[in-house]
């Protein structure tokens, strides 16, 4: 299927602001380079899919910590401050949430687990 200049033009722009916004690692972004080439639609389609799937899983993932986090350190501190709540909510990087959870047995009290939020 041929695709207009036009229609190629606005799948360009599209995918550009797709890149921004999953912001692609360097063989992430030779694949989207790949597919930025493609010479039919469906290929375009897969790669947005691709694209939205791993940003599912990211989501996903990131989300699952922060759950965890809030289910296990109000067992071990008792009830959560609204003030680390929201903090712990806010939280956006998996890594981050790791760490701090890795630090479980450490963290004694609330003050302690604030120091690792600033």
């Known amino acids: 299927m041929l695709v207009s200049p036009v229609e190629r033009l606005r799948q360009s722009k599209y995918l550009d602001f797709l890149t921004y916004y999953f912001k692609l690692d360097k063989k992430e972004w030779e694949v989207y380079q790949d597919y930025k080439k493609a010479k039919n639609e469906g290929e ?13 899983k990211k989501e996903g993932r990131l989300e699952a910590s922060r759950d965890l986090a809030l289910l296990l350190l109000p067992q ?12 712990i909510r806010a939280l956006n990087d998996v890594n981050r949430i ?18 690792y939020l600033n």
Do not use: C, S, Y
Not at 78 to 84: A, D, L, R, V
């Open 44 to 56: 375009v389609i897969d790669m947005i899919g691709t694209l939205l799937k791993k940003e599912g």
């Open 98 to 115: 790791q760490n701090i959870m890795a630090r479980f047995m450490e963290i004694n009290n609330w003050q302690q687990l604030k120091k």
């Open 76 to 87: 071990k501190l008792g009830p959560i401050p609204t003030e680390i709540e929201k903090k």
